[in-house]
């Protein structure tokens, strides 16, 4: 069964937070991410982003979740705000 991560997050710049994104991707991987990554945006709020990331394994998915790695890269892409962070499954 896949696990998802949800991170809903708002941000200043769109070129900054994609640069950052992307770099951030070999750490994703390392961290037990699938290619799984649907990226959105709200219509009505384009500065307010919705990723959701795939995983196979729930405790990879949580270590990550609460990683270091992401916290440092949610300042790198200069997120703003509260950051909404859910571990979801498929039912």
Request: proline share 1%; glycine share 4%; net charge negative.
């Amino acid at each position: 069964m896949m696990i998802y991560l949800y991170i809903r997050y708002a941000v200043i710049n769109d070129a900054r937070w994609k640069e950052e994104f992307d770099i951030h991707l070999a750490a994703r991987q390392a961290g037990g991410a699938t290619e799984v990554v649907c990226v959105t945006r709200d219509v009505d709020n384009p500065q307010e982003i919705i990723v959701v990331l795939g995983w196979r394994d729930l405790a990879t998915v949580r270590a990550f979740a609460n990683s270091v790695s992401l916290q440092m890269a949610l300042q790198k892409m200069e997120v703003v705000g509260k950051v909404e962070v859910r571990v979801l499954e498929e039912v």
